[in-house]
């Protein structure tokens, strides 16, 4: 079965950076877009970024353009995610997804079947 499993989250200082990984296994990795998404206490999951299956298109949030970047190794069947300049406001569990389809990069979370459990990411004042 698919499993996406996230990792490199931790608790940071304002400024900081993170980079965080998604492994993913049971699919033909390099087939299918990805896309992080973010949760924080009290807040809906939010898309973050996503990245076409060739890594040659990229999408972000507003909020994130400029200091997070999106990548992958198809090689390793792995999702990248960048993030410099971290904000208190960064602060949620990120996740990682996939559509598990040949489609395109999509910010809707309805649009993703296939999560990895999270990983934490607090950013301090």
């Known amino acids: 079965q698919v499993q996406l499993v996230e990792s490199g989250g931790g608790l940071v200082q304002a400024g900081g950076s993170l980079r965080l990984s998604c492994a993913a296994s049971?699919?033909?990795?390099?087939?299918?877009?990805m896309g992080w998404f973010r949760q924080a206490p009290g807040k809906e999951r939010e898309f973050v970024a996503g990245?076409?299956?060739?890594?040659?298109?990229?999408t972000y949030a507003d909020s994130v353009k400029g200091r997070f970047t999106v990548s992958r190794d198809n090689t390793k069947s792995t999702v990248y995610l960048q993030m410099n300049s971290l904000k208190p406001e960064d602060t949620a569990v990120y996740y990682c997804?996939?559509?598990?389809?040949?489609?395109?990069?999509?910010?809707?979370?309805?649009?993703?079947?296939?999560w990895g459990q999270g990983t934490q990411v607090t950013v301090s004042s």
């Open positions: 990245i076409s299956w060739s890594g040659v298109s990229t």
């Open positions: 997804a996939t559509r598990g389809s040949r489609r395109g990069i999509s910010p809707w979370r309805y649009d993703y079947n296939y």
């Open positions: 049971g699919l033909t990795f390099s087939n299918y877009a």
